[in-house]
């Protein structure tokens, strides 16, 4: 991507709504001291606007029935509903994680902002039928936001009937899902000639193989861009370990790495909302203090590249 040609996409607004905001989220772990605005962006399709961090759940809601810990992600997901969040990402592959969510949700509120989006992720028709219709009484929600096909899997089918969900109002978007690199030309064919709405992919400072061809198709094609392991799945710490950040990273309101990470990955131009996952109150606010204030530009994000290659 030729970052000098980066501009604010007119699909991208920062919402000024840090005073109203401060009025309605007083909940602990919220983020808002220095009243900055939180960021949000537009899905192409339709022009909704989300909160550009989300939640992921892999592997960190994947519990089971451990009560203390889940005590603990109760106060992790109240923190993150209190600066803002509503995009809530899972998959029936991560074991507990969707009935985790679901408790989660009847014991953190407030629901009414929740954009919840899961997967599915099995072969044929009913199978497909039958594990969407589980997550549901799993979240205990009636309907999700976002359904996706998870790592291309028995595609054709699902869509068909993603689709027919679609247009019963069963779900609002439809979207499909890679990680770490992997189907990126059978997804390029695929988001080239279906209809979706959203896809989901790997991207951070280190992993932009996706800046190449599908972050511009994405762009092209009007499809909202989800970003799963924003923190290469937490190896990027690994990585500044000991270092002291940059002066410059108060030029984009950042205090921390994992701030400065998430700043990287949302301000590309086609990504609409990054999924980080955590299991811990004071990383939780920290991801969450990334969706205010501002965000990098194309020089900036430069300056982010080239400094992080030193590493
Ligand atoms: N194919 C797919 O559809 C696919 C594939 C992969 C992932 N995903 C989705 O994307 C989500 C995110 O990806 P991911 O969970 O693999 O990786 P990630 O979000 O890049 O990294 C998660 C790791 O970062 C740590 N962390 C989080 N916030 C931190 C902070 N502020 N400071 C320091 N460490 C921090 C977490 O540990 P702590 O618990 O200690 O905070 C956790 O170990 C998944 O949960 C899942 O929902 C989808």
Same mark, same amino acid.
């Given at each position: 991507?030729?970052?000098?040609?980066?501009?604010?996409?007119?699909?991208?607004?920062?919402?000024?709504?840090?005073?109203?905001?401060?009025?309605?989220?007083?909940?602990?772990?919220?983020?808002?001291? +220095?009243?900055?605005?939180?960021?949000?962006?537009?899905? &192409?399709?339709? /022009?909704? !606007?989300?909160? @550009? *961090? =989300?939640?992921?759940?892999?592997?960190?809601?994947?519990?089971?029935?451990?009560?203390?810990?889940?005590?603990?992600?109760?106060?992790?997901?109240?923190?993150?509903? +209190?600066?803002?969040?509503?995009?809530?990402?899972?998959? &029936?592959?991560? /074991?507990? !994680?969707?009935? @985790? *969510? =679901?408790?989660?949700?009847?014991?953190?509120?407030?629901?009414?902002?929740?954009?919840?989006?899961?997967?599915?992720?099995?072969?044929?028709?009913?199978?497909?039928?039958?594990?969407?219709?589980?997550?549901?009484?799993?979240?205990?929600?009636?309907?999700?936001?976002?359904?996706? *096909?998870?790592?291309?899997?028995?595609?054709?089918?699902?869509?068909?009937?993603?689709?027919?969900?679609?247009?019963?109002?069963?779900?609002?978007?439809?979207?499909?899902?890679?990680?770490?690199?992997?189907?990126?030309?059978?997804?390029?064919?695929?988001?080239?000639?279906?209809?979706?709405?959203?896809?989901?992919?790997?991207?951070?400072?280190?992993?932009?193989?996706?800046?190449?061809?599908?972050?511009?198709?994405?762009?092209?094609?009007?499809?909202?861009?989800?970003?799963?392991?924003?923190?290469?799945?937490?190896?990027?710490?690994?990585?500044?370990?000991?270092?002291?950040?940059?002066?410059?990273?108060?030029?984009?309101?950042?205090?921390?790495?994992?701030?400065?990470?998430?700043?990287?990955?949302?301000?590309?131009?086609?990504?609409?909302?990054?999924?980080?996952?955590?299991?811990?109150?004071?990383?939780?606010?920290?991801?969450?203090?990334?969706?205010?204030?501002?965000?990098?530009?194309?020089?900036?994000?430069?300056?982010?590249?080239?400094?992080?290659?030193?590493?």
């Amino acid at each position: 991507m030729n970052l000098n040609h980066y501009s604010m996409s007119r699909r991208t607004f920062v919402a000024t709504l840090a005073a109203a905001l401060s009025a309605v989220w007083l909940a602990p772990g919220t983020v808002r001291a +220095a009243q900055k605005a939180l960021i949000r962006k537009t899905i &192409p399709g339709t /022009g909704e !606007a989300l909160p @550009v *961090i =989300g939640l992921g759940s892999s592997r960190t809601f994947d519990i089971g029935r451990d009560q203390a810990v889940l005590n603990n992600l109760v106060e992790v997901m109240q923190a993150f509903f +209190a600066n803002g969040g509503q995009l809530i990402d899972s998959s &029936p592959m991560y /074991g507990s !994680a969707e009935q @985790v *969510i =679901g408790e989660l949700l009847q014991r953190s509120g407030p629901q009414n902002k929740l954009f919840a989006a899961t997967k599915v992720w099995t072969d044929g028709e009913q199978d497909g039928i039958r594990q969407m219709e589980d997550s549901l009484k799993k979240w205990r929600i009636d309907r999700f936001d976002l359904m996706q *096909i998870h790592n291309l899997r028995d595609w054709q089918v699902h869509l068909k009937t993603l689709h027919d969900w679609k247009a019963t109002s069963k779900i609002r978007y439809i979207g499909i899902t890679t990680s770490h690199g992997r189907y990126h030309d059978e997804l390029e064919t695929i988001l080239r000639n279906e209809p979706f709405d959203f896809v989901q992919l790997s991207y951070n400072i280190e992993d932009r193989s996706v800046e190449q061809r599908l972050l511009p198709l994405a762009a092209e094609r009007g499809i909202a861009v989800l970003v799963n392991r924003p923190f290469q799945r937490g190896a990027l710490f690994g990585k500044v370990k000991g270092q002291t950040l940059p002066d410059w990273a108060a030029e984009i309101d950042c205090n921390s790495w994992g701030q400065l990470f998430l700043k990287f990955t949302v301000s590309h131009p086609a990504v609409t909302c990054a999924i980080p996952a955590t299991t811990k109150l004071h990383h939780m606010q920290d991801n969450m203090a990334a969706g205010f204030g501002q965000l990098p530009d194309a020089t900036m994000r430069k300056r982010m590249v080239d400094f992080y290659a030193t590493l």
